[in-house]
């Protein structure tokens, strides 16, 4: 039998029973490439860690939260999908971006055993988009999808400054909720998209939606008139490239993947978690 790379990599990493825990937990898990780069980076910031896969489904997580918090070497749990809401009411504290969302994607275990939730998937995302070359500053802005990581993404853009945010999602109660959070930080227009949405109307065009990752889902929007000029986000890491990415590649957009977006969050994940 073949042997796992990761598993070899986990035996050079020098574990022993002094390693503390770190648990990556969704529904599923096995897309998930994080435990990997986030234990190195947990190791090169001196940490003597790891961080194990779990594939928890939604009606187990609080036996999940039972668990881990009986485990004394368990400093974080960092949470996936569709666990990043129903995660924040096992946080005794909350920083203000997880807050106003309701919604977690990381949470660190306090000296006093408590847990301290925060949410990076919208300044992740933000910070690939800049790093790419995006201006965001001014910029008109469409996001699909309002779940937890869409609701992230769509906080942090108005926090970067777009002129306005269109918010698209099949969950017409999320949508109207996210919009009316969003107005009133009054930091930009907010609003639905139109069921006709354009997306030559938009500077900017980020999914924040599954679509993409079953080789049969539409485009979350139609790109065929979307100017050379926009820039594309998508939140999705697998496939890599999604047809979403390749079609706005092909009209000559700058672009913004998952796995890069990806990359800038696990950035800010590791910084939370060795904060304390």
Known sequence: MAQDP????????GLSGATRVYFIVGDPIAQVKSPSGVTAAL?????????????VAPDDLPGLFAAVARMQNVDGVII????????????????????????VNTL??????????????????????EDA??????KRALLVGAGGAGSA????????????????DNDAARTEALVARLADLGLGSASIAASDVAAQDYDVVVNASPMGMRAEDPLPIDVSRMPATAFVGDVVTKPPLTPFIEAARARGCGTVTGTQM????????VEFLVEA
């Open 108 to 129: 660190r275990r306090q000296a006093d055993g408590s847990w301290h939730g925060g949410m990076f998937d919208g300044t992740g995302f933000v910070a690939a988009l």
């Open 80 to 103: 996936t999908v569709p666990h990043k809401f129903s995660a924040t009411p096992y946080c005794a504290t909350l920083s203000d971006e997880a807050k106003f969302l309701g919604a």
């Open 133 to 138: 070359g995006c201006k965001l500053n001014g």
């Open 262 to 269: 990806f990359g800038r969050v696990c950035d800010r994940i």
């Open 153 to 168: 993404i769509g906080h942090a853009l108005v926090h970067a400054g777009v002129a306005s945010l269109a918010v698209r």
């Open 43 to 55: 190791r090169a910031a001196g940490r003597d860690a790891i961080v194990v896969p779990a594939h």
């Open 6 to 13: 990761s598993f070899s990599a986990s035996l050079d990493a």
